[in-house]
């Protein structure tokens, strides 16, 4: 099984309790809901990865990057600093410390495109609107340094997942199901709520249920402690080949009581994210997936999403779907070349969010 991992110092720095969401900057100072903040993060950092892609930057750099955001507005408001500025710095700071190095000029042609909604084509390197967002990267990276106390280490989930991938063969969709959960996180708050592993494992469990469908062991029993009989009746529909595969990654990762309350927690933000969703409307395939009971969880907690009615046209939408399948609307891929983490070789990343402002 998995060898025991032990946070560095660094890391833990940054790993909160839920109930700091209640005691951020932007909430103490600038009185934005909490529920304000976390659709305005979700946006930000989609906003984030259509930088990253368009650049063609691994999603090991995205993830740092989305990763420093999250932690930039634990110490600073979403009112001083706007998240399209944060975002973009985060993306330049990140071309730098994960070695797939940027011009800042390029950096920023691709952020003055996106707000402006003009082709990249028509922006010359002498236009003064150009100047202006080079400035913009640059002054907010001075804070953005400040805020991060110049730690850059990050450590995501994806890195867990090709570890979990390499140790049990399984199949190409759940693989893709997991990893396109794993992306979705980072619309959430989680990387500053758990560390990678305890993400990881949600991921994978989250994505074993959804492939092998509602009748499989639920959530509650995949990450019981102990381990639930395995002369239990099977369901008939249980596409399991052995009562030790549905608890794969809890073994695994030698989880005890607290990371497994990890687990259950990080499981129940992610299915509350995915439930506070269109699920009318545009993102339709998620209603099998929102209706999945969440595992229960010790402590008591408000919901961190219920809806996103803020702006109905810029909504968030998860693309993982109840088949395990991510949805039509597709983000260029966003690989390129990236070595790290090497497996599975994502086809295309999948976009949570269809059009943030």
């Known amino acids: 099984m998995g060898a025991t991992k032990f946070l560095s110092s660094s890391s833990s720095q940054w790993l909160f309790p839920v109930s700091a969401l209640q005691y951020t ?54 009112e001083d600093y706007h998240r399209q500025d944060v975002a973009a710095s985060c993306v330049f700071l990140a071309t730098k410390t994960e070695e797939c190095g940027r011009k800042l000029r390029d950096v920023a042609k691709v952020f003055y495109s996106k707000v402006s909604k003009i082709d990249i084509a028509e922006i010359s390197d002498d236009n003064k609107e150009l100047e202006m967002y080079q400035q913009a990267i640059l002054a907010t990276e001075e804070v953005l340094l ?79 402690s102990p381990a639930p009989s395995a002369s239990l009746p099977t369901p008939p529909s249980h596409n399991l080949s052995s009562p030790e595969a549905s608890r794969f990654a809890v073994d695994y990762f030698e989880f005890n009581e607290v990371d497994l309350a990890g687990v259950a927690e990080t499981l129940n933000i992610i299915l509350e994210f995915y439930a506070a969703q269109d699920l009318q409307h545009s993102a339709s395939h998620l209603v099998s997936v929102a209706a999945i009971p969440p595992p229960a969880i010790s402590a008591t907690r408000e919901r961190l999403y219920t809806t996103f009615n803020y702006d109905s046209k810029s909504a968030s939408q998860p693309s993982v779907s109840s088949n395990g399948h991510c949805g039509a609307n597709q983000t260029p891929t966003s690989s390129h070349g990236g070595s790290t983490p090497g497996k599975p070789q994502p086809k295309a990343w999948r976009s949570v969010i269809n059009s943030p402002k």
Do not use: K
């Not at 989305?66 to 979403?78: D, G, L, P, V």
């Open 146 to 224: 400040e805020a991060l106390c110049f730690d850059f280490v990050v450590d995501s989930p994806h890195a867990e997942l090709v570890d979990l991938f390499n140790t049990r063969q399984e199949s190409e969709e759940l693989e893709e199901c997991a990893w396109t959960i794993a992306n979705d996180t980072t619309r959430t708050p989680l990387c500053i709520l758990h560390p990678p592993r305890i993400i990881a494992a949600a991921c994978y469990i989250l994505a074993q249920h959804i492939i092998e469908g509602p009748q499989s062991p639920s959530l509650d029993v995949r990450i019981a």
């Open 25 to 78: 900057p932007s909430h103490t100072t600038s009185a934005i809901p909490r529920e304000r903040e976390l659709y305005d993060r979700a946006r930000g950092v989609e906003f984030l990865f259509r930088l990253g892609v368009s650049l063609q930057l691994p999603i090991s750099a995205m993830y740092t990057a989305a990763t420093w955001f999250h932690r930039f507005y634990m110490r600073y408001s979403m």
